[in-house]
């Protein structure tokens, strides 16, 4: 008896419920905007027209002129926090990996380089953090091979 009484408070709940439910749809649905209305759509031939004498865009921004230095810093600073860390360093070194691995099999030739260049960022790191500020940075700067003199 106990069953039939809960199966009945039961269902008599869960019929009150969608009914709620049901006027709640019936309430957000009649104070909805109305659908907007159809826009009309030009033929695709027709090309638009603007009366453009008046206006004015707005100023491109001015470059600035970076150093050598600077502009070298900043292909190895990619989140432009004025500081290289070591996978920052480390990330642009491929084609330099290319050009040791002779053989293309990638074994053992990038390790070598590794070290290379993990010598190389702790030999620029003076203050050993683990970053490169910009003026560390310019220790590491390629010497620049004196150009012999023309023998014409």
């Given at each position: 008896m106990n069953r039939l009484l809960l199966g009945g408070?039961?269902?008599?709940?869960?019929?009150?419920?969608g009914?709620?439910?049901?006027?709640?749809?019936?309430?957000?649905e009649q104070e909805a905007p109305p659908p907007p209305e159809p826009v009309e759509t030009p033929e695709p031939d027709?090309?638009?027209?603007?009366?453009?004498t008046d206006m004015k865009?707005?100023?491109?921004?001015?470059?600035t002129e970076l150093s050598r230095e600077q502009r070298r810093f900043?292909?190895?600073?990619?989140?432009?926090?004025?500081?290289?860390?070591?996978?920052?360093?480390?990330?642009?070194?491929?084609?330099?990996?290319?050009?040791?691995?002779?053989?293309?099999n990638n074994l053992l030739t990038f390790e070598e380089w590794a070290v290379t260049t993990a010598d190389k960022f702790d030999g620029a790191d003076a203050n050993r953090d683990?970053?490169?500020?910009?003026?560390?940075?310019?220790?590491?700067?390629?010497?620049?091979r004196a150009r012999p003199a023309c023998r014409c």
């Open positions: 408070i039961l269902s008599l709940l869960m019929v009150g419920v009914l709620v439910w049901w006027q709640g749809r019936a309430q957000v027709v090309l638009p027209s603007a009366d453009v865009g707005p100023t491109p921004p001015e470059a900043f292909r190895y600073d990619r989140n432009r926090d004025l500081r290289i860390t070591r996978n920052e360093m480390l990330s642009t070194r491929t084609n330099a990996f290319r050009k040791l691995d002779k053989d293309g683990g970053e490169l500020t910009q003026g560390e940075f310019a220790t590491t700067a390629p010497k620049r």
